[in-house]
């Protein structure tokens, strides 16, 4: 008989995490599940420890394997997962030992293909705990809208625990950083219903460099790519949504221009520069209407539609006031 939940945990580089990780998840009240660790060619002892929880445990299962990187890792787990539900937990993280209880009996009783809780994030010298409302349920329409707004739940997946029939000819894209994002809205689309609960039972590190810090000082333009598919996708299927997703989209080009505008190197970015401004103006009719904009945002996207170097040289002139 198939377990109720396979648990996916990629793992690479995290010795020092792995355990708590690991004794959270065994430790579950629920206790039909299998747990799916991915040795993804980590060069530490990540992969003995792997090893010595599987001797221990029956429900644990080591998938060995190259280095891939995570949606890489995740996908793997995805291919042998035997559960009637599928969860993911990041391998440096840990949970509540009555989250997948939690989670599986909000499906089972109310009928949902995704169940969603709430996490706290564990900074360097703060904790901020999420959640606080009720068990809401909601249909497709709903889900989508919620998720884009990001108040009750968004594009996360290791809050979530998904019914493996959604997840079928979906997996996570190779090689981009945002992979909850591009994986996500697309499974939400293929539910029925979502319920989400805002009791926090994640509990998520914000490490110096992780992949999306590493985002931010290398400056990825992964996710003005994919909120470029998923405005297209939300367009076609959920119109009255997309100016949700022009937000995001206008939001992500931005902060990446920016980056690029104000670093020393700019000539190392120039390329990248170009096509990410290209695609703020290829939407810049409906986001200049959006109503969440100030003047002073709106100046700076006309100025892009204008000529992209007018916008890198008022980003600088802006940051050159602010030190006056």
């Known amino acids: 008989m198939n377990p109720k939940v396979s648990i996916i945990v990629p793992v690479y580089k995290v010795e020092k995490y792995l355990h708590k990780c690991v004794d959270s998840i065994l430790s579950q009240t629920l206790k039909d599940f299998e747990l799916i660790l991915i040795n993804d060619g980590s060069p530490d002892r990540c992969g003995e420890i792997c ?7 029956s429900r644990v299962k080591v ?5 891939g990187g995570l949606s890489s890792a995740r996908n793997a787990g995805l ?6 539900y599928v969860g993911f937990v990041d391998s440096d993280d840990w949970i509540e030992k009555d989250m997948y209880e939690l989670l599986y009996n909000l499906c089972v009783q109310n009928d949902c293909e995704i169940a969603s809780c709430s ?3 564990h900074y360097d010298h703060k904790t901020v705990v999420n959640g606080g409302h ?3 349920i909601h249909n497709t329409k709903e889900a989508m809208k919620a998720m884009l707004e990001g108040n009750l739940y968004d594009e996360v997946v290791w809050t979530k625990l998904f019914k493996k029939s959604l997840l079928e000819g979906i997996r996570f894209t190779l090689g981009i950083i945002y992979e909850d994002t591009d994986f996500t809205y697309k499974v939400i689309h293929n539910s029925k219903r979502v319920g989400c609960i805002g009791v926090s039972k994640y509990h998520y590190i914000k490490r110096e ?3 999306m810090d590493l985002a931010v000082k290398n ?3 992964d996710g003005v790519f994919i909120y470029e598919d998923m405005y297209k996708f939300i367009d076609k299927n959920y119109k009255e949504l997309s100016d949700l997703v022009a937000l995001k989209l206008a939001n992500t080009a931005m902060t990446v221009m920016n980056l690029m505008s104000l670093h020393s190197d700019f000539s190392k970015y120039k390329l990248d520069y170009f096509k990410v401004v290209k695609i703020l103006n290829r939407y810049f009719y409906k986001i200049i209407k959006l109503k969440q904009y100030p003047i002073t945002v709106k100046i700076t996207i006309i100025a892009a539609k204008v000529h992209p170097i ?3 040289r008022l980003i600088n002139f802006t940051e050159k006031r602010k030190l006056i």
């Open 219 to 221: 400056i990825k333009t």
């Open 63 to 67: 998938i060995k394997k190259a280095n």
């Open 310 to 312: 007018l916008y890198m």
């Open 119 to 121: 996490s706290t994030i």
């Open 79 to 84: 291919d042998v997962a035997l559960g009637d």
């Open 209 to 211: 460099n992780s992949t």
């Open 51 to 57: 090893d010595e929880y599987a001797n221990l445990d």
């Open 134 to 136: 009720p068990l809401i």
